[in-house]
């Protein structure tokens, strides 16, 4: 799902409003995302205070922390890049009961879960997350199918060259 189609699913306006998401969008450019990402937002317990927001790149997994509104500042977002190698995650676990589905996924020690229509989105989004630790394309470009149902784009690595070999040292004495 886009960021911008979370404003709609915000459990309240001003978690995502204008100047909240001028700041998201400034440090996500920074830290090297296309305008209006795929993301996953983990709104945590009280999203009128702070909130995570998660978007996989080509280079890593993007942690935005969001602070909606900081006393005497306004919001806040403080993000890193976490590198493929170095992201901590949890099994992918899915529960079906009548009709109903569960899923449940841990990334960087935070729990998300997505229950019927939200358990297919967070699906894909954890896929993709998988893609880009496995060294695919991380990014899926707009319009395009998404990692869990489209085709697979292996990013084209350039061919080392050989390192060439020195000669044998020769020995003392002869």
């Known amino acids: 799902m886009r960021l911008r189609e979370w404003r709609d699913a915000a459990p309240r306006k001003e978690c995502m409003g204008p100047k909240v998401l001028g700041v998201i969008d400034e440090a996500i450019a920074l830290l ?13 317990d009280d999203p009128t205070v702070r909130y ?18 900081v006393p005497g500042e306004g919001p806040r977002a403080q993000g890193k890049l976490i590198r493929w190698n170095r992201v901590q995650t949890g099994e992918l676990a899915v ?10 996924f ?3 020690g935070i729990v998300v879960r997505g229950t019927d229509s939200e358990a ?8 993709i997350m998988y893609d880009g630790m496995d060294g695919r394309s991380a990014v899926v470009v707009a319009g395009s199918a ?24 020769k020995e003392a004495g002869r």
Do not use: Y
Not at 158 to 163: G, Y
């Open 52 to 69: 995570t927001v998660l978007v996989p790149i080509d280079a890593g997994l993007l942690f935005i922390n969001v602070r909606v509104n």
């Open 146 to 169: 998404p990692a869990a149902t489209g085709p697979i784009v292996t990013p084209v690595r350039k061919k080392t060259q050989a390192v060439p070999q020195l000669p044998a040292p």
């Open 95 to 104: 529960e079906v009961q009548g009709g109903h589905r569960m899923l449940n």
């Open 106 to 108: 841990q990334v960087e």
């Open 120 to 127: 297919e989105v967070l699906s894909e989004f954890v896929l």
């Open 32 to 44: 090297g995302a296309e305008p209006n990402p795929d993301c996953w937002v983990a709104w945590g």
